[in-house]
């Protein structure tokens, strides 16, 4: 019976030590917040701006949208500053946690520049860390989703490198009362292994700016994040098939200048299939104006294509065609070897002979493309 009580006892004394543990911080802060204005800046008594030191976690990059262009980025935004009306004699750094306690104390308005739609993370709680030290030092930590607006510029796709940037500022604050910084060591903290859905991240840069508005001068800081597409899948999917279309296109000039429905197939199948596969690629992209590198490249293909296919067309019209003056085909060289034919003479021999020109002048010019396109395109591509 008295072994319960004393732990009754011990229950009891265990439960008010902890709370004047957690009355103290209370009323350490309620005293604190007895003079303190919300509206004021840490550093309004000085007459100078506070100094905001940034640092993002980059917890995800999402893939870039080039339909819509944006990212999306999961990010931790700490913030620190000194708030010295937040001076206090506790042993340890408090950690407030009330919305409304939050509310009583002055925050920056940090926002993002660019961002075309943003969210904190409520689950399972609103992901915000809000520490104070008995120095007054602040860290404010948000865990921010944002889509970021990211001008692409498409010209050399897919084998383009993109910058996309976060752009960060006051809203209501000018440079008199908020000075941002970046954190001086790493202002940008990466995770070991960050991926990017069809991307790289070669590298990032940070820099700080200030940014004249009609409203005033606003201190803001800007990071640079530099990307090459992962151009894999392109080459397996459009470079690779589309080679093979056009080889396949030549097979025509082996085949008799009169075996119609062959050559006729091949060139059309040819022809459709490449359609079909810039139809596919075409979905992928925004409707830009200008020519990307893929469309120079599916353009030259249809091209050799839709050449080969006429050079049938004429093949097909010079063999069936009758020789009727014997004068003007003397004056020809190729056409004496017809002249033994015993059948009416046609232009056979001179169709023959395009073909076998074609046979070396359709891969030759597609080479001489190839010599030109990868140098073009490549030279200022970081290959590593
Ligand atoms: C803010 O930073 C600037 C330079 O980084 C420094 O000169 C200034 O003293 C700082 N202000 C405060 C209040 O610490
Ligand atoms: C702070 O902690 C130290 C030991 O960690 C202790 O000696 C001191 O009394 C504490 N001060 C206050 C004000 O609680
Ligand atoms: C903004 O800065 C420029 C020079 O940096 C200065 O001329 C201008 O007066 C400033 N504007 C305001 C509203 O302070």
Not at 121 to 145: A, C, D, E, K, W
Request: aromatic fraction near 12%; charged fraction near 20%; hydrophobic fraction near 40%.
């Amino acid at each position: 019976m008295w072994s319960s009580f004393f732990t009754q006892l011990l229950a009891l004394l265990f439960i008010a030590g902890c709370a004047t543990g957690i009355t103290q911080q209370r009323k350490v802060l309620e005293q604190l917040l007895k003079s303190y204005d919300v509206n004021e800046w840490p550093d309004a008594d000085y007459d100078r701006p506070t100094n905001i030191s940034i640092q993002m976690f980059i917890n995800s990059f999402g893939s870039l949208n080039a339909a819509n262009m944006d990212y999306s980025i999961d990010v931790f935004l700490r913030q620190h500053w000194v708030d010295e009306r937040l001076k206090n004699s506790l042993n340890r750094s408090m950690t407030i946690r009330d919305p409304e306690m939050q509310k009583k104390i002055w925050r920056p308005d940090t926002y993002f520049h660019n961002v075309k739609d943003a969210e904190i993370h409520t689950v399972t709680m609103p992901n915000i860390q809000f520490r104070v030290t008995n120095t007054g030092q602040i860290l404010y930590s948000v865990r921010v989703n944002a889509k970021l607006s990211c001008h692409l510029m498409l010209e050399h796709y897919p084998f383009d490198e993109q910058t996309c940037h976060a752009h960060l500022s006051s809203y209501a604050n000018t440079d008199e009362i908020i000075h941002f910084h970046w954190v001086e060591r790493i202002p940008i903290d990466l995770p070991d292994e960050l991926e990017i859905a069809q991307f790289d991240l070669l590298g990032y840069s940070a820099s700080e700016e200030l940014m004249p508005l009609q409203t005033g001068n606003f201190s803001s800081l800007k990071v640079d994040f530099q990307l090459r597409r992962q151009n894999g899948y392109h080459i397996l999917q459009t470079y690779v098939p589309t080679v093979l279309i056009v080889s396949i296109s030549w097979v025509s000039f082996w085949l008799d200048p009169n075996s119609v429905p062959g050559r006729v197939s091949i060139g059309v199948t040819t022809l459709l299939t490449l359609t079909t596969l810039a139809g596919g690629i075409r979905q992928q992209l925004p409707p830009v104006s200008y020519i990307k590198a893929i469309d120079v490249w599916v353009g030259m293909c249809m091209i050799m294509v839709f050449g080969a296919l006429l050079e049938f067309t004429l093949v097909n019209w010079l063999a069936n065609k009758k020789i009727l003056d014997t004068q003007t085909c003397q004056l020809m060289p190729m056409c004496k070897t017809g002249e033994d034919d015993e059948s009416p003479k046609t232009y056979v021999n001179q169709a023959r002979f395009l073909d076998r020109i074609s046979r070396a002048l359709f891969p030759g010019s597609f080479l001489l493309f190839n010599f030109i396109y990868w140098p073009y395109y490549l030279s200022d591509y970081n290959l590593e």
